[in-house]
C-alpha cells in the first residue's frame, strides 16, 4: 500500500515496520543508547509504559506522547518490551501486550480512513470488512471470551464469518495483541537485563502490591474446589505431583499469602521437610519477587488437578478468576 505516514502517526503506531525503522535510525546500539541522555529520557518514559499498562483504567492521550521526540517515543515502546522481557513474568508481558493494542485501536477510532486501512493491513486484516474467511477467524479469536466470538455462535456462510458493525475494531486490537505476545519475552542480552534490574524490581514491585491489592484479604472459604482438594490432601498425608505443589503454591502467592503462610500450609502434611518445603515455596513465589502465575482451568485439567467442579467453575477460566467471583459473592451478601 502506497501510503507515508508522518512522524505524529507513527508514534500511535510503534509495531509498524516504519515505525522500528525511525527509531533504528537513531539507536545504533542499545548499550550505548541507554547511557545516553535521550536514552534515559526514553527508558524512564518505557517505565511509564509499563506502569500504565499495569494500571485498570487506561488512559492514552498523555503529555509524554505530545512531548517527546518521536524517535524517542517509538524507543520507549522498544525499551518497554526489553523491561518486561527481562522481568520473565507473563503476566507483565500480556498486560503489556493487552494495553499496546488497546493504546493503537484507541488512536486508530479516530483515524483518518485511510491510515486506518494501512494499519490494518500492515497487520493482515482488511479494515470494514464485514466479513473473515473462517480460516482467518479461528486463529484469531481463541482468547476472545465473549461466548459471541465462538465459531458455533458465528453466522458463517460459504466458509467466511459475517462480522457485524464495529466487530473488525475488536479483531484488529486482538490481532495487534497477538503479534505482540507472540514476540515477546524477546531475547535480550544478559547485561543489558542486569544493567536494567532497578527498574525491574520496581515495575515488579507495583506488580505485586497492585495483585495483592486486587485480591484483599485471604478467604480460604473461597477458594476454588481444586485449590481446596489440593490443601486437603497435604494435610492427610497424600503425595503431591510436582505440579500439584506448583499450583497451589503459586496460588496462594498470588493472591498475597506469605512464604511464612504457605509454608504453614505444607506443615498440615505427616512427613512435612521445613526446608525443603522452604526451597520450594520461596522458589516459586520468586523470592519475594513476582513469582509465577497459576495455571488456568485448561492447564489444570490437562494436569489432572481440576477435581470437584462445581457450577461456579463454568462461569471462570482461571482459578484466580473463581477466587475473585467467590469474594465478590460474599461481599455482596454482606
Ligand atoms: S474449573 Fe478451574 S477453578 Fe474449577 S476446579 Fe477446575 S481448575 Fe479449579
Excluded at 7 to 19: A, D, Q, R, T
Excluded at 119 to 148: K, N, Q
Excluded at 165 to 180: C, F, K, N, Q, S
Excluded at 288 to 305: A, E, F, I, N, V
Amino acid at each position: 500500500m502506497d501510503i507515508v505516514l508522518d512522524h505524529k502517526e507513527l508514534i500511535k503506531y510503534p509495531f509498524l515496520k516504519e515505525s522500528q525503522q525511525l527509531a533504528r535510525r537513531h539507536v545504533e546500539s542499545l548499550e550505548e543508547f541507554l547511557s545516553s541522555a535521550p536514552g534515559s529520557v526514553a527508558l524512564k518514559r518505557a517505565k511509564d509504559r509499563v506502569i500504565a499498562a499495569l494500571a485498570k483504567k487506561r488512559e492514552f492521550l498523555d503529555e509524554n506522547t505530545q512531548s517527546l521526540k518521536p524517535e524517542l517515543e517509538i524507543a520507549s515502546y522498544a525499551l518497554a518490551r526489553v523491561l518486561v522481557s527481562c522481568s520473565g513474568n507473563r503476566s507483565l508481558i500480556e498486560r503489556l501486550a493487552r494495553y499496546e493494542a488497546e493504546r493503537a485501536s484507541f488512536f486508530l477510532e479516530t483515524e483518518d480512513p485511510e491510515i486506518q486501512r494501512f494499519v490494518a493491513w500492515s497487520i493482515g486484516i482488511s479494515a470494514g470488512a464485514t466479513t473473515m474467511p473462517v480460516t482467518d477467524y479461528v486463529e484469531l479469536v481463541p482468547h476472545m471470551r465473549d461466548p459471541r466470538w465462538r465459531l458455533v455462535n458465528r453466522d458463517v456462510h460459504q466458509g467466511t464469518v459475517h462480522l457485524e458493525p464495529g466487530e473488525i475494531d475488536e479483531l484488529i486490537r486482538e490481532r495487534i495483541r497477538v503479534i505482540l505476545i507472540d514476540q515477546m519475552p524477546l531475547r535480550v542480552p544478559a547485561g543489558i537485563c542486569e544493567r536494567l534490574e532497578p527498574i525491574i524490581q520496581e515495575i515488579s514491585a507495583r506488580y505485586q502490591q497492585q495483585t495483592l491489592e486486587q485480591f484483599g484479604e485471604i478467604q480460604e472459604e473461597a477458594f476454588p474446589p481444586c485449590i481446596s482438594a489440593l490443601i486437603q490432601a497435604i494435610s492427610t498425608g497424600a503425595n503431591l505431583t510436582h505440579m500439584g505443589r506448583f499450583a497451589m503454591t503459586s496460588f496462594l502467592h498470588t493472591i498475597g499469602m506469605s512464604i511464612t503462610g504457605i509454608t504453614e500450609i505444607f506443615a498440615r502434611a505427616p512427613d512435612f521437610d521445613l526446608e525443603k518445603t522452604m526451597y520450594q515455596v520461596e522458589h516459586i513465589s520468586g523470592g519475594g519477587g513476582t513469582g509465577y502465575t497459576p495455571p488456568s482451568c485448561p492447564t489444570m485439567r490437562t494436569l489432572g488437578l481440576c477435581v470437584n467442579r462445581n457450577k461456579d467453575c463454568e462461569r471462570v477460566n482461571h482459578p484466580l478468576n473463581y477466587y475473585r467471583l467467590q469474594k465478590t459473592k460474599k461481599r455482596k451478601q454482606g
